[in-house]
């Protein structure tokens, strides 16, 4: 069975001795939970696996209970102890506060209990872990899987990536578009949003929320100002509330709104957002035209080969010190920007192999003098090395136009 490079990491981590809950947060379908079987069987203690993940939710009675068996486990394995892995935690309320309390007794009575949490909602997760477990966890990002690993798991092309996208369950289904289309949208995108988003948090416009899911996905790769999304969404609300819905749709893991590249923080969060789907499949799935035909449009394409790339990005630096951004002054554009701490990397996507000039990129030099600049497909890095590299290796590399 095939596992995913954060395993190892996540081993080691337990495999130490007792001193951190590990918190593994990520979208649905992406592995969370193959991990932790994948862990359980090959951790050298005894392991108690329990999900929250249920039609009706639970109580915190619940979680003691399946702590107690865990306590039960450890005491019986003495000094090498056990491991309890709680998960889709996050669906019970006020689960932060008995597990800081159940936590702390283990520490005052030396008990050798592990414990790993996990959860398809970043933004609760979060939630409960800075409000009551402050200084008790290590929080470890399960992203969408890359084309690194679709490629090893599965020997995807990088075509088959740029548009299938990356669930790891779906890719069986591949070869039955409209079958592997039905998954993505009742099984991952629906249960989503009907299940990680409403069901969990106050949302006073469901529709509105659905509806701006749809436009962000059909408008991956643009920059909105929240005048213009409310226009296409044909609602009275304010942007307030948009901001907010984006909020929960990137704790979700299905799209995120960028903001502009500036200096001072302030200035940034006052832009327009650039909406990027955090998943390709999430856009190709709700659409009509198909993987042949995909490839073959040019427009398409290019547009799908941008979204890939910006995800990338996205994904593989959460829970890290780089930020991404876009810029645009004008007519201006660049698609991507990287930044970690003083060091500044604009990236540029293009599709096609055509030598084509970069106004973007030269504007932003001269109103920021960045320490490299990236052009990616065309004459730059090829799109599939790029994507199989982590942003840090290109922001600490020569390689630069």
Not at 56 to 77: K, N, Y
Not at 124 to 131: D, H
Not at 249 to 265: D, S
Request: glycine share 8%; aromatic share 8%.
């Amino acid at each position: 069975m095939y596992t995913r490079p954060i395993y190892t990491k996540i081993k080691k981590r337990l495999l130490e001795p007792r001193g951190f809950i590990q918190v593994l947060a990520g979208p649905r379908q992406v592995g969370k939970t193959t991990l932790a079987h994948q862990l359980k069987d090959a951790l050298p203690f005894v392991a108690q696996y329990a999900s929250a993940d249920e039609p009706t939710l639970r109580d915190t009675t619940w979680i003691e209970q399946q702590w107690e068996i865990g306590r039960l486990r450890a005491q019986h394995a003495s000094a090498v102890g056990a491991l309890l892995i709680l998960d889709e935690v996050q669906k019970i309320p006020h689960w932060s506060d008995i597990v800081k309390s159940l936590w702390d007794q283990d520490a005052a009575l030396g008990i050798p209990l592990r414990v790993m949490i996990l959860g398809s909602s970043n933004l609760l997760i979060q939630k409960g872990l800075t409000e009551s477990l402050a200084g008790r966890f290590e929080l470890i990002p399960i992203s969408h899987w890359s084309f690194g690993e679709c490629q090893d798991a599965f020997g995807w092309t990088l075509d088959q990536y740029v548009y299938f996208g990356g669930y790891p369950g779906a890719a069986s289904l591949i070869d039955d578009e409209e079958r592997w289309s039905q998954y993505i949208v009742n099984s991952l995108i629906e249960t989503s949003i009907s299940r990680d988003i409403m069901l969990m948090t106050r949302v006073h416009k469901p529709a509105l929320l659905r509806r701006l899911f749809e436009l962000g996905c059909r408008y991956s790769g643009q920059i909105l100002s929240y005048q213009k999304m409310l226009g296409q969404l044909q609602d009275t609300g304010n942007a307030t509330t948009l901001a907010h819905y984006l909020d929960l749709l990137e704790g979700a893991g299905l799209i995120v709104g960028l903001q502009k590249f500036a200096m001072e923080p302030v200035r940034q969060k006052a832009s327009s957002p650039k909406l990027q789907a955090l998943n390709t499949a999430l856009i190709t799935a709700q659409g009509a035209i198909s993987f042949k035909e995909a490839v073959a449009d040019r427009e398409t394409w290019g547009r799908l080969v941008e979204c890939a790339v910006g995800a990338h990005l996205i994904n593989t630096t959460k829970g890290t010190k780089i930020e991404i951004s876009y810029w645009r002054e004008g007519n201006k554009e660049v698609d991507f920007v990287m930044r970690k701490g003083e060091i500044v990397v604009p990236v540029e996507v293009k599709s096609s192999q055509k030598r084509t000039s970069l106004p973007g990129i030269e504007a932003f030099s001269k109103n920021f003098s960045p320490n490299k600049k990236i052009l990616v497909g065309g004459q730059g890095i090829p799109i599939e090395e790029f994507l199989q590299r982590s942003p840090d290796y290109w922001i600490q590399s020569e390689f630069g136009l």
